[in-house]
């Protein structure tokens, strides 16, 4: 009993640890105008909460603009990139073809091509394309991973034959029995990396500052940093922003959270 | 390998193709063609105004001449040095703490992760109230007679900050890795070595790390890469500074690229950052095999 007391407590201890910044991010922006955000000992506890600078980190830049934005980025990119991993995986899975090693090997390659290594090449493509500053130029770096590839393919490959073989002696083609048979069967896959492309796509920053100039196109990650550049005193409304911008993502991890987790773990075990 | 079969009705020979078709047109477009415009790119001067031109070896010679390219190859190793402790080793304890079979584990497990999931973005806003001068690090330093630090502003303690922020922000992630790894070793083999009479150390020492030896290999290749490339991170709490104390190579191919608009040369840094990134990972490769015969 003693012993689990003391593990429970070990437990919290590091909780703290990881949640900690986040409270204080809370508390921060939570504080009345009078109460000071920093100082020793640190006071943490809002008296009393206001809501006053979530409603101005709201109007000072246009903060639902960002949200919106984000908002499409993911309504956009989630179902192509589920759609167009699933079709590259498929074949690798249940097709015997020339070459398929090779082609996974291939797809596979995208782990070793860094985003960040990317960012000047990629953004002369778009140019070459005309696609700077446009919702087309965030998105389509976005429809391809690894990552998908490689779960889909797995998914897919775990599918008894016998299933698919009823649909072929009915005469099913082979889009049918992809599409009518074998996606719903592999639905949790896509569900996890629907979760995964969210979160990734929601959190981008990096990309859409090198590609994007003007900010009506701005993701809200970029809109953090906007907000954090143009009000740099206003340490109340930073905070503010901050937290809405965490919102989407803690809530998609809350219903979630069991299947992101065991997904982790099944994902790296492999 | 289940599907594997021969030619089957409703199968052309173009099938699979025609499956891979859009796929392959993505990968063609944003991986391929981007790669071989940076290869082309570092032999060239390219500056974005001008027409790229072939520049023969000028930037790898330059990379030799250019000494903040050695402060951010230093950086990055230091970065890569402190991190892989953070990393590798520390997550395997919170691992085995959230693999105790205890009510409500599940929901640590959830906070320990939380971080790996937020925008880089908005965890460096969070910090910035921890790590201020009058913040509650400080205040906690203050405790026992040390301090305050500024921890961003001193180019002693800039790095060294940045780099526990990513180990923070990805402890979670990590530590599920090591999970997965923990619910795959034989409990059988634990339980002959508790009554074979091994305390927990022993355990740890002779049945654990051993079993857990291909996710060593697999967390340190990640550690090692994910801190080679940092960038995000410096962009967003010191960008390089102060003094260059955390210019990384990451940030270093940013800044002469998006900054200076020196794109030639940013991509022979970038090749430069690549190559070290194979090596490391083929390094690292070759010594778990061999370990494993």
């Known amino acids: ?270 | 390998m289940p599907g594997l079969k021969g030619r089957v009705v409703g199968q052309h020979w173009y099938t699979p193709y025609a499956f891979m078709l859009p796929g392959l047109l993505c990968y063609a477009a944003m991986f391929a063609w981007p790669a071989v415009i940076a290869i082309q790119l570092a032999f060239s001067d390219y500056d974005i105004v001008h027409p790229v031109r072939f520049s023969g070896l000028d930037n790898f010679i330059e990379l030799g001449h250019d000494p903040r390219v050695w402060i951010a190859l230093r950086n990055s190793l230091l970065f890569v040095v402190m991190f892989l402790p953070l990393t590798v080793v520390l997550p395997l304890f919170l691992a085995m703490l959230v693999n105790l079979k205890l009510r409500a584990i599940q929901a640590f497990r959830m906070l320990y992760y939380l971080p790996v999931i937020t925008s880089m973005v908005a965890v460096a806003v969070a910090w910035r109230y921890v790590f201020n001068r009058e913040g509650v690090v400080n205040w906690m330093l203050g405790l026992f007679g040390a301090g305050p630090i500024d921890f961003l502003l001193d180019r002693h303690w800039a790095l060294p900050t940045v780099v526990l922020l990513e180990a923070w922000k990805s402890a979670g992630l990590f530590m599920m890795i090591y999970l997965a790894g923990l619910q795959a070793v034989p409990s059988e083999q634990v339980e002959a070595a508790t009554i074979d009479g091994a305390n927990a150390w022993q355990r740890l020492r002779h049945v654990v790390v051993p079993a857990l030896r291909p996710t060593f290999a697999v967390t340190l290749v990640l550690s090692m890469l994910e801190a080679m490339r940092a960038f995000e991170s410096v962009y967003v709490l010191t960008r390089g500074g102060p003094l260059d104390s955390t210019l990384t190579l990451g940030y270093y191919i940013w800044s002469k690229a998006f900054e200076d608009y020196d794109m030639g040369y940013a991509s022979a840094v970038g090749l430069l950052l690549w190559a070290i990134m194979i090596v490391l990972a083929g390094f690292n490769l070759l010594v778990t095999r061999r370990r494993d015969v």
């Open chain 1, 1 to 270: 009993m003693r012993r689990r007391i003391a593990l429970y407590v070990l437990l919290i201890a590091v909780a703290a640890l990881f949640i900690g910044p986040f409270l204080i991010l809370l508390s921060s922006a939570t504080k009345p105008a009078g109460q000071d955000v920093f100082g020793f000992p640190p006071d943490l506890i809002p008296r009393p909460p206001v809501a006053t600078w979530f409603r101005e980190a709201w109007t000072t830049i246009p903060y639902a603009r960002f949200v919106l934005n984000s908002l499409i980025y993911v309504g956009i990119t989630i179902p192509v990139y589920l759609i167009v991993s699933a079709l590259t995986a498929y074949p690798l899975a249940r097709i015997a073809f020339c070459g398929r090693g090779v082609f996974f090997m291939l797809f596979l390659s995208i782990m070793f091509l860094p985003g960040e290594l990317m960012l000047i090449p990629r953004f002369l493509v778009m140019s070459q394309l005309g696609l700077t500053d446009t919702f087309a130029s965030v998105i389509l770096p976005a429809i391809l991973s690894s990552l998908g590839i490689f779960l889909l393919r797995q998914a897919f490959s775990q599918i008894p034959d016998e299933v698919v073989e009823a649909a072929r002696v009915d005469g099913a083609n082979e889009f049918a029995i992809f599409w009518r048979i074998c996606i719903p069967i592999v639905a949790p896959t896509l569900a996890v990396l629907a979760i995964l492309g969210f979160v990734s796509v929601w959190n981008s920053f990096i990309w859409p500052l090198v590609v994007l100039t003007s900010q009506s196109k701005f993701p809200i990650a970029l809109g953090i940093a906007y907000l954090s550049g143009v009000s740099g005193t206003d340490v109340r409304g930073l905070a503010a922003g901050t937290v809405i911008s965490l919102v989407p993502v803690v809530l998609v991890f809350l219903l979630l959270q069991k299947r992101i987790l065991n997904s982790m773990g099944g994902a790296v075990k492999g």
